[in-house]
């Protein structure tokens, strides 16, 4: 077991949500340290924070004095480090990885990043853009990744009850948090049914419902 992890979060972050996931999965014990996006301009901004992480931006991990940033970097981190029993967030073999990644990469990389609050202030700031219109902004990225993503899990053997074969991993850590932006967005999910199905096994698990954003201590 881990000692003296401590990760920097925000209870409705897609990024530290996966994080959370993946700590849960593997059983590894943290501590929680709460950066409020909103408060004052935001704590990711403030001098100590921006000294942890020049992104300023959740989730960051630290690891006694080692300083990890980015969530897919972080879980490939912990897999690789703490090994812990037979929990892997990443297959064995070389296309099972690959496979892995590339469905996270969609929703971390493609879709999160459209979404992001720093992207959805810049519109409001920039651009006038209303409410409403943000919601349908978000609506629409989520909408594209996840017709693509729908159709990679269908097109694969390996998909089982979860993104890739009968355990949860990296790919559903990323899928969870995906889903809960979609729902907050209002995005109709009955093109997907092969994500809403894995969505279902994945949050019927412990370790997605204490990863979930209204079981954290910052939650409003």
């Not at 981190?77 to 969609?106: C, K, N, T």
Request: neutral net charge; glycine residues 6%.
């Amino acid at each position: 077991m881990a000692t003296g992890l401590v990760l920097y979060s925000y209870w409705r972050s897609s990024a530290a949500y996966r994080v959370r996931i993946a700590l849960n999965l593997k059983g590894l014990s943290y501590t929680m340290r709460a950066v409020h996006l909103l408060r004052d301009g935001g704590d990711q901004h403030t001098p100590d924070y921006r000294r942890l992480n020049p992104q300023e931006q959740v989730p960051s991990l630290l690891d006694g004095d080692r300083v990890i940033t980015q969530s897919l970097a972080i879980m490939e981190y912990l897999d690789e480090v703490y090994p812990v029993g037979e929990v892997a967030l990443l297959p064995m073999d070389a296309r099972g990885r690959a496979q892995i990644r590339a469905l996270a990469m969609a929703m971390a990389c493609d879709i999160h990043p459209l979404g992001n609050l720093r992207v959805l202030q810049q519109l409001e700031a920039q651009f006038g853009a209303s409410e409403e219109q943000r919601a349908a902004w978000s609506r629409h990225w989520i909408g594209v990744g996840f017709k693509a993503i729908e159709a990679m899990l269908c097109d694969s053997a390996a998909t089982g009850r979860y993104c890739h074969g009968e355990q949860p991993g990296m790919a559903d850590a990323c899928l969870v948090p995906q889903v809960y932006s979609a729902r907050r967005w209002k995005l109709p999910l009955d093109d997907y049914p092969t994500i809403v199905r894995i969505h279902a096994a994945c949050t019927k698990l412990d370790a997605f419902q204490r990863a979930a954003p209204e079981a954290q201590p910052d939650a409003p």
